[in-house]
């Protein structure tokens, strides 16, 4: 639960305002960001490895996929952090939140040239380059702007890391990067290539990582790649990625991120030292640290089911929203923690399971929470940590409008991201065109 979520009188308030106002304002459900969870989490996270790595440096890019609104771009841009996009979307949301150019770095493994072009002419930081072809279509079009493109070329270092586990091998099947045996190459044909600067490798050896371990295994892997390139014109920076892990219930226990960034900082010290080059300036693209514990969804409880299983019963209780808001328990089997917002409860405490309003069966929020029994129809349910990831991943399956994302700072609730009304939905049916009255 963020910092700043505590009861009052019984109902939750985050960021001083009770969310039983919120709900009255703006209806359910709602995403809620504090502003000042997620901008001191940006905070703190480039202190860390500022701290850690000292004075050869480090960039923070904030990874947009996680959420990306003009606010959110604003605030990441306000703590000293970067933009990292992977669409020609996310590169307009944050150009036209006033981000500069510089500061972003454009991902993805199919970039389509309209969306190379965009980046290109608006002059962007860097492009994280993820095919032999991609280097060719970046050079074509740098080279019709007259520009000198600066590019990073991404790497499959055969690290995989999961929450709990990495897994090193030396081959990799899947689709993102340069296998580390074809990177010589590869760089070769780029810095060859008209309109590219190749200022450096990138890697991202996956997300939700609780530990040190991996992320120390591919910069040891990456930086002897770093040195191999350089040769006599070493490579200025190296990009390891994000995937820092947070907790979405009380069993997750991640590593603190001072202790990450010192354990991975020594691990670039000693391999550069091995090697017997210079430490590069580092970057770091987390997304799902930052802003996940700063969000929390909150919905209205519709029904109360029992369900009789053998001896005992299982309670499903069905709130308005689910995997359209957030599908990361359907895809992933992802687990969070969810309790009463609107009021206390005395009530024993009651293994329940909080389910979706979707036709889908597996549309599941949390899989089993302990609720007070009394729990009912009205009653507004917190979802903790979903400021990542959900509001990104939402759809309107079963045609459902996406809820708001609101932000609260200082007693004072705005909306980032409006809620979307059928009206958005049907606006896109051409079939409605006719003129057809739809009915509602
Ligand atoms: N950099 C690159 C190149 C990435 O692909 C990603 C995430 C990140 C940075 C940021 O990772 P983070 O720090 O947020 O873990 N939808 C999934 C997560 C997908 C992550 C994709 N790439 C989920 O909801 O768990």
Request: with cysteine; aromatic share 6%.
């Given at each position: ?10 109902a ?41 790595f ?17 606010d ?13 996009v992977?669409t020609?979307?996310e ?11 510089a ?22 930081g ?8 991609e ?38 099947d899947q ?7 074809e ?12 309109g590219?600067?190749l200022v ?7 997300s ?21 390139l ?5 490579l ?12 979405y ?18 691990a670039?010290?000693?391999?550069a ?11 770091i ?8 514990p700063?969000g929390?969804?909150?919905?209205t ?14 309670t ?19 687990q ?10 005395d ?29 009912a ?11 990542a ?13 996406r ?17 979307e ?20």
């Amino acid at each position: 639960w963020p910092a700043s979520a505590e009861r009052v009188d019984g109902a939750l308030n985050m960021g001083g305002v009770p969310v039983t106002d919120i709900a009255a304002q703006h209806g359910t459900p709602f995403l809620l960001v504090d502003e000042t969870v997620a901008r001191d989490r940006a905070r703190r996270i480039r202190e860390a490895f500022e701290a850690a790595f000292g004075s050869t440096g480090v960039d923070v890019y904030y990874a947009g996929k996680a959420l990306l609104t003009a606010d959110v771009a604003r605030w990441m841009r306000a703590e000293g952090l970067r933009i990292d996009v992977c669409t020609g979307g996310e590169l307009a949301t944050a150009l036209r939140a006033g981000v500069e150019p510089a500061a972003i770095g454009f991902h993805g493994n199919n970039k389509s040239e309209l969306e190379i072009e965009a980046g290109v002419t608006a002059g962007i930081g860097t492009f994280i380059i993820d095919s032999p072809l991609e280097a060719e279509r970046i050079s074509a079009a740098a080279s019709r702007a007259g520009r000198v493109q600066r590019v990073r070329l991404r790497i499959s270092v055969g690290v995989h890391a999961s929450t709990h586990e990495f897994l090193a091998t030396s081959h990799e099947d899947q689709k993102f990067g340069i296998p580390l045996a074809e990177a010589a190459a590869v760089a070769r044909r780029i810095r060859e290539l008209p309109g590219l600067e190749l200022v450096g490798l990138h890697t991202h050896i996956g997300s939700q990582i609780f530990d040190a371990t991996g992320f120390a295994e591919s910069a040891r892997r990456m930086l002897a790649l770093h040195a191999e390139l350089g040769g006599t014109e070493p490579l200025p920076e190296l990009n390891l990625g994000g995937g820092f892990g947070i907790a979405y219930t009380a069993a997750d226990s991640p590593e603190p991120i001072e202790t990450i960034a010192s354990r991975l900082a020594d691990a670039v010290r000693g391999a550069a030292d091995e090697l017997g080059i210079a430490v590069p300036r580092i970057a770091i693209e987390p997304g799902r640290w930052i802003v996940g514990p700063a969000g929390i969804t909150v919905y209205t409880v519709g029904t109360v089911k029992p369900v009789r299983l053998g001896a005992g019963t299982r309670t499903y209780v069905s709130v308005d929203g689910g995997m359209g808001d957030n599908a990361r328990p359907a895809l992933y089997g992802a687990q969070y923690s969810a309790r009463i917002a609107s009021r206390a409860s005395d009530a024993a405490p009651m293994l329940a399971r909080v389910a979706g309003r979707h036709c889908e069966s597996g549309d599941i929020v949390v899989d089993a929470e302990w609720l007070p029994a009394d729990v009912a129809p009205g009653d507004l349910l917190a979802v903790a940590a979903t400021g990542a990831y959900c509001h990104s991943l939402a759809s309107n399956y079963n045609a459902a409008p996406r809820p708001p994302v609101l932000a609260v700072r200082g007693g004072e609730v705005r909306t980032l991201v409006r809620r979307e009304s059928i009206d958005d939905l049907l606006a896109r049916d051409a079939g409605l065109d006719t003129g057809l009255d739809p009915g509602l």
